[in-house]
């Protein structure tokens, strides 16, 4: 069965670093998504992507933030200047549809302890 | 602001038990409504609701929308142990944007 897949499945950093989270969707899906989820609370939106733009982005998702579809199958999230705020869990999504069509898939996650 | 509430929080059950779990829901540009179950990591999807009054089954699983009230309730019966889970309700709007609900937590007990 298709599923998304997300790397590094744990990663620890130092404050004020950069990481890079990654992410294959599933290979026919056009919608793409990150969420976050600080443990214990909601799992929160942080942005949606559709035709190598930003569709929709959550007031979370600040220029500390970026996303990319470098090469055609991976999707990655950037994070600068990490704080311990950010230390979460990051799930990827993707979907066949946008508004209309389809369920969202989600990857593992990927776990991001700042320190 | 979109807002998703579900209740109740948690709830402790004996295997056999059949459960109600509630969401409801305010959110401008309403597409559909999701329903998750949370294990130990990702979200692993369940139903997909977009019209109001439509079962929608899956085994002992089972889910219906009411877009007038602007809830939506997941049934389980016949409880397993394998049932404890955290379970998601999230509803879908412009673009695909889910907002979650802050989830129930489910535990069968033997």
């Known amino acids: 069965e298709p599923e998304v897949t997300q790397t590094p499945s744990h990663q620890v950093t130092q404050m004020g670093q950069e990481v890079i989270l990654r992410c294959v969707p599933i290979s026919n899906h056009l919608y793409f998504y990150w969420y976050r989820q600080i443990l214990g609370q909601k799992v929160e939106f942080l942005v949606s992507?559709?035709?190598?733009?930003?569709?929709?982005k959550s007031e979370i998702f600040d220029d500390q933030f970026s996303v990319e579809r470098p090469d055609g199958s991976n999707f990655t999230l950037k994070i600068r200047s990490t704080k311990l705020e950010d230390s979460a869990m990051y799930f990827c999504?993707?979907?066949?549809?946008?508004?209309?069509?389809?369920?969202?898939?989600f990857g593992e996650g990927s776990r991001l302890t700042v320190l | 602001e979109d807002k998703v509430v579900q209740s109740p929080l948690s709830l402790v059950v004996h295997e056999g038990d059949t459960v109600t779990l509630n969401c409801s829901y305010e959110v401008t540009n309403f597409r559909s409504l999701l329903w998750y179950k949370q294990e130990k990591k990702a979200p692993t999807f369940l139903f997909m609701l977009t019209s109001s009054g439509i079962e929608k089954k899956s085994g002992r699983l089972s889910s219906i929308l009411d877009k007038k009230e602007l809830f939506s309730i997941l049934n389980i019966t016949a409880t397993q142990t394998g049932d404890s889970a955290i379970y998601l309700c999230?509803?879908?709007?412009?673009?695909?944007?889910?907002?979650f609900g802050q989830g129930t937590i489910l535990t069968v007990h033997p």
């Open positions: 999504a993707s979907s066949e549809g946008g508004q209309f069509t389809g369920e969202l898939f």
């Open positions: 992507f559709y035709n190598n733009e930003i569709s929709e």
């Open positions: 999230a509803v879908r709007a412009l673009y695909g944007k889910l907002t």
